[in-house]
């Protein structure tokens, strides 16, 4: 089974400091991408990336930059955290095609709560 | 509008009911549909892929209109252990090949 790892599951940080959200699968997937979910807001896709050093903005990137340096491994970095950031932050992983069995689905990691204060 | 629209519920079914879901898209071209269900605190997981022909997994059908450009899920003989929200996700056929959320219906099985 893919398998996909998120390094922290609970963080506190304080205004202004720097955060880094770790993810990691282990199936050689192309794409990668990072949503936050919020109650009553469902799943929004901040970043997302079609391979190495490939990535594209979604719907909510503002405050938010990611790094894919390694095809395996997709970076969230909050610069200056702010307390309307605190959130859960999934990260998925998938391949693409037509066809193939489990082609463009998404296999998610457990999430990391992040709360700002 | 929305891309990708769901009834957020919650419905509240006694066990052994049969419920359905629907969703509806706005993309023509989209191009994979899928069910996820999501536990409370939990990542979401795929609970079935959606095709064409419609498909059934046990107690799971799930169906796809794209004339009215809509997906279904129905659940029979619900469980208690079915109580989750249950994510409808499409995948447009665009460059980016995004995917697309639901906000989720919500599903209360009680006893």
């Known amino acids: 089974d893919v398998k996909v790892t998120q390094s922290s599951r609970y963080l506190v940080k304080r205004t202004g400091e720097k955060v880094f959200l770790e993810c990691v699968q282990d199936m050689d997937h192309e794409n990668m991408f990072w949503y936050r979910q919020d109650p009553g807001l469902g799943l929004r896709l901040i970043y997302f990336?079609?391979?190495?050093?490939?990535?594209e903005k979604g719907d909510i990137p503002e405050g938010y930059s990611v790094s894919r340096e390694k095809k395996e491994r997709f970076s969230l970095i909050l610069e200056s955290a702010s307390t309307n950031q605190t959130s859960m932050y999934l990260c998925?992983?998938?391949?693409?095609?037509?066809?193939?069995?489990?082609?463009?689905?998404?296999?998610f990691g457990a999430g990391s709560r992040l709360t700002v204060l | 509008r929305k891309e990708v629209e769901q009834d957020p519920g919650p419905f509240n079914v006694p066990e052994g009911a049969t419920v359905a879901f629907n969703c509806t898209y706005s993309?023509?071209?989209?191009?994979?549909f899928f069910w996820y269900r999501q536990d409370c605190r939990k990542e979401p997981k795929l609970l079935m892929s959606?095709?064409?022909s419609g498909n059934e997994d046990g107690r799971f059908t799930a169906q796809l209109n794209r004339a009215s450009q809509y997906i279904s899920l129905l659940i029979r003989d619900s469980k208690l252990s079915d109580s989750a929200t249950y994510l409808c996700?499409?995948?447009?056929?665009?460059?980016?090949?995004?995917?697309?959320f639901g906000a989720g219906t919500r599903l209360f099985v009680k006893a």
């Open positions: 996700v499409v995948t447009p056929h665009t460059g980016g090949f995004k995917t697309i």
């Open positions: 959606v095709y064409s």
């Open positions: 990336s079609y391979d190495v050093k490939m990535k």
């Open positions: 998925a992983s998938r391949f693409t095609g037509t066809g193939s069995p489990g082609a463009n689905v998404l296999t």
């Open positions: 993309n023509s071209a989209s191009q994979s």
